[in-house]
Structures are given as structure tokens and as C-alpha cells.
């Protein structure tokens, strides 16, 4: 168990860690800071603290969740459908400025991420709820990314 979560935990920041360097100067940016931001927008220390959290909480549910599913093909397919759209998100939005590409892309991994937590349920039960803070900052970063496109 705990080696499966080292490599779920090394996969899931490098991940993260990916997406911000591909961010380019990201929410230090110019452009970002000029730009008309929601109302609720969380000051900055929030973003990292809660990818934290969710990334040690996905890490942990996916260690308990590999040895207990049949179909690896599966759960492979959607990891690296999670991998990919988590890591496209940043440049997407931060480097390129495609506001409306990258709600497409967060509202994409929010469906992936709400695909693990009801399609596993039956496996993982009460730990499913692990990906609540996740499925919840995504609903919450995918209303920013919205109010971002609509409001410049």
C-alpha cells in the first residue's frame, strides 16, 4: 500500500508540477493580474494549499483503488485522460489565453474526476469521498474560469 501511494502521490504532483511550468509565469503574470477576476476569487496561498490537499487525498483514494478493480485498462484510460487534461489546463488558460478552451478543459476533468469518485463507488464506498474536495475545486475553479470568459 504504501508504495502504491508514493507513486500515486509522485505521479499526481508531478503532474501538477508539469502544468505549472507550462504556465509560464501563470497567476504572476501580466496579463493574469489585468484581467477582470470573479468577485470570489481565492487569494493566492488558497490555490496551493487546497492542490495540496487534493492531490494527497486523489493519492491516497488511488492507492486503495488499484488493487480493487478488475478492468486496469479502465482506470489506466482515465488517469492518463486525467493526467493529460489536468497538465493542458495551465497553459492553456495562463500561456495561450484561450479562456473558453480552458473552461472546456476543466469542466472535461471535472466530468473524469466525477467519473472516478460514481463509477468506482461500488468499489471504494466512503473513500470515494476523498474526491469530494477535489470535485468541489473544480466545480468551484471552473466558475472562475467562466466568470474570467465572460466578464473580458
Known sequence: MIYRLIIFLILNFAA????????????????????NKAPWTPPGWVFGASWTVIMICFSIYLA????SVENRNLLI??????YALNIVWNPTFFYYHQILA??????????????????Y???MRSFSLLLAPYFIWLLIASSLNAYTLIKN
Open 16 to 35: 501538477l508540477g508539469l502544468g505549472s511550468f507550462l504556465a509560464g509565469k501563470g497567476p504572476r503574470s501580466e496579463w493574469y493580474e489585468g484581467i
Open 64 to 67: 486503495y483503488l488499484w488493487p
Open 77 to 82: 484510460g482515465a488517469l492518463i485522460v486525467h
Open 102 to 119: 480552458a473552461l472546456l478543459v476543466i469542466i472535461a476533468l471535472t466530468v473524469v474526476v466525477g467519473f472516478f469518485m460514481f463509477y
Open 121 to 123: 463507488w461500488p468499489e
